[in-house]
């Protein structure tokens, strides 16, 4: 089966322009459609997209986590997360990979899930190919589930954050395991496989709004309230420990989003050069939003804020990369940093959850707000990139599918993060640490050992 993902109107373009420029003489002789071909540099280009994610997840994500808690509970977050990504990578050769993008085209449940017919990668060889989107250019396979491996790993470990510091090492992993089989699969599967519910409706998600970010987001948001708040959480301060570790996973988050977002084109063309720039400009913007809006309500502009607005602006335009022109990336960018930093400043607080680091505030916030203003900074009216034809694009129309996409993943999502948190209670006789190995650290008490001696 041919794999793909929704992408902008340029690509449509490029694949209409590979189309004759005139209709032939009837009495022309028909001429055979030439093989797809696979361009060395296509494959390249993913190659590097692939790998760089890979150093967005380890370690960029492990360290960016790592500096936000307290010195005791670093080595356990490093761990949780490369795991994580060591599990998942495992699991999604196993079967992700066949529920995500194998199964029939319609019928039966191909609108929410794929089938085990590729389990373990069964028939995914050296000459099975994957679709571009150009007419005549293709991926060799492997190249596709490669790259899609990545985004799976980085999806799961991100709700490494909102539990940090709480929760038992084989609980997380177990949890994970079970959230990525009946959340993640299902959602990429309707977001970016051709049967996909989501996908038929026309749902633009050029990276991940929905499949990676509000997905994430929402299951870090149920763990962390089914789990309950850190010991002395709203009571006496909890400080990142090491904000030059947070400072340095930022960057190399920021280095690997533009493999997340560009590679994402699955070519190298003008338009993966547009992902790669909004992927400069929006978390810009949404850095120097999330600072000026911090000097105005809070009397400073800090490191912290001036990171977290950047991976704010990254996780907005993820969803729009593609079909955003360089205008729609600044505002969206800047809307983004300002709404994220209500959520974690102000939201947070008022509804008393301990999503230890925010990854709902950001990722789940983040990405509502990108999905949806996805649908206005795609206008061509406005610099944007649309499917089909343009002139007959429709911010109204594009919208409420949008809304609906992003309605579907919050619902999904949250129902089956609440399910696994109690399977797994049930599993391990709860899911979180005793008070004295929260105290000591986890560190210490799950790994054995110290960060620092």
Not at 1 to 30: E, R
Not at 67 to 90: C, D, E, H, P, Y
Not at 338 to 344: D, E, F
Request: aromatic residues 10%.
């Amino acid at each position: 089966m041919k794999t793909s993902k929704i992408l902008g109107s340029a690509a449509l373009a490029s694949l209409l322009l590979a189309l004759p420029a005139f209709a032939q003489d009837a009495a022309a002789p028909v001429v055979e459609e030439a093989a797809a071909i696979v361009d060395k540099g296509d494959v390249a280009w993913m190659l590097v997209s692939t790998m760089v994610v890979i150093v967005m997840t380890i370690p960029g994500l492990a360290l960016f986590y790592g500096g936000l808690v307290r010195a005791k509970n670093i080595l356990s977050v490093l761990t949780q997360v490369f795991l994580g990504f060591s599990m998942i990578s495992i699991l999604w050769v196993a079967y992700g990979y066949s529920l995500a993008f194998a199964g029939p085209t319609e019928g039966g449940l191909s609108a929410f899930i794929g089938d085990f017919s590729k389990f373990f990668l069964s028939g995914v060889t050296l000459d099975s190919r994957a679709a571009t989107f150009s007419a005549g250019f293709e991926l060799p396979e492997l190249v596709f589930v490669t790259f899609q491996l990545t985004f799976a790993c980085i999806t799961s470990t991100l709700i490494v954050g909102g539990i940090a510091e709480r929760m038992k090492f084989g609980a997380l992993l177990t949890f994970l395991a079970i959230w990525f089989t009946f959340s993640y699969l299902p959602i990429a599967h309707m977001v970016w496989s051709g049967p996909g519910l989501l996908f038929g409706l026309g749902a633009y998600d050029f990276a991940g709004g929905t499949v990676v970010h509000i997905n994430s987001g929402v299951a870090a948001l149920v763990a962390a309230i089914v789990l309950g708040p850190r010991l002395g959480y709203m009571k006496e301060p909890i400080a990142p420990h090491n904000l030059v570790w947070t400072y340095v996973g930022a960057g190399l988050l920021w280095f690997g989003w533009f493999g997340f977002n560009a590679g994402s084109n699955l070519e190298a063309n003008a338009l993966t050069a547009v992902a790669l720039i909004n992927t400069v400009l929006a978390p810009a913007a949404a850095a120097l939003a999330w600072v000026i809006g911090e000097k105005i309500t809070r009397g400073h502009a800090s490191a912290l804020g001036a990171v977290s607005g950047a991976v704010a602006g990254l996780v907005a335009i993820t969803p729009a990369a593609g079909f955003a022109g360089v205008g729609g990336a600044i505002v969206l960018g800047a809307i983004a940093g300002i709404v994220c930093l209500w959520a974690v400043v102000n939201l947070k607080p008022w509804l008393k959850y301990d999503d230890s680091l925010d990854v709902f505030g950001i990722h789940g916030v983040g990405g509502i707000v990108g999905a949806l203003g996805t649908a206005i900074v795609a206008a061509p009216g406005l610099g944007g990139y649309p499917l089909g034809d343009a002139a007959a694009y429709s911010i109204g129309g594009q919208f409420m599918i949008q809304l609906t996409a992003v309605g579907i993943a919050i619902v999904w999502s949250g129902v089956v993060a609440l399910v696994a948190m109690l399977i797994v209670k049930a599993i391990f006789g709860g899911a979180r640490v005793s008070e004295s190995s929260e105290s000591d650290g986890l560190d210490l008490s799950s790994h054995g050992e110290r960060a620092y001696n």
